[in-house]
């Protein structure tokens, strides 16, 4: 499923635009303008008008490729920029409450499914609080997981710094706001036998990034 969400005609503002574009490119280099415009709801112009503008202000690059086509790609700038956005996406808090606690909820649902029962969260930041809340029948979370947090609990779950002391696990969901692309990259790159289950409204693309920002 693709992280690029589609955007209500008439209620698209600059930086959902501009965020929507970002992850559209990072997630398909190949993606085309007609495709930007349809995924995000808005203008074939608009789309236009918009890529044009985040060349400009270098937050991607374009290249030539075959049959006349072109393939677009975040700089360094534009994955900065792409995580600042996120941010003040999520900050919007109704909207946040509301999305967290589905894709929450679906997420434990997801490992019910896939018959993994204890599960700990990777980040303690509002998302964690919500998805402390959720629930799906079989499916225990056992743990906040934060090698950077000073508390020791976060509403009934206890906080630890390593995934190791949280004990057995089946898999991970990842709640950290701080900007949670990297925190994934890390995760399946020094863990890769531990599976992450990611809410979509992170916007984070489930391929390693790593190479692309050395």
């Known amino acids: 499923m693709s992280n690029a969400e589609r955007i209500p005609v008439g209620k698209a503002d600059d930086a959902e635009i501009t965020l929507g574009i970002l992850n559209a490119i990072h997630e398909n280099e190949r993606i085309t303008q007609r495709t930007v415009a349809h ?21 991607i690059k374009v290249r030539q490729a075959p049959a006349n086509r072109y393939a677009y790609y975040l700089t360094p700038q534009g994955f900065s920029e792409k995580s600042r956005l996120t ?9 946040f409450f509301r999305d967290a606690r589905s894709q929450c909820t679906e997420a434990l649902k997801e490992a019910g499914r896939s018959g993994w029962t204890r599960i700990a969260l990777f980040g303690a930041s509002e998302l964690a609080e919500v998805a402390s809340l959720c629930e799906a029948p079989g499916v225990e979370i056992v743990a906040v997981v934060d090698p950077h947090c000073a508390q020791s609990s976060l509403a009934p779950l206890r906080i630890v710094r390593t ?13 950290t706001l701080a900007n949670p692309q990297a925190a994934y990259d890390v995760l399946i790159k020094e863990h890769p036998n531990i ?12 391929r390693s990034t790593a190479g692309e920002l050395a």
Do not use: H, M, Q, W
């Open 39 to 59: 995924d995000l709801g808005i203008a074939l112009g608009l789309a236009n008008s918009y890529l044009k503008r985040c060349v400009k202000k270098g937050l």
């Open 87 to 95: 941010a003040e996406y999520l900050s919007d808090s109704f909207r």
């Open 163 to 175: 995934i190791d002391d949280a004990g057995e696990l089946d898999a991970l969901i990842l709640t």
């Open 195 to 206: 599976r992450v289950i990611v809410p979509g409204l992170l916007r984070v693309s489930e």
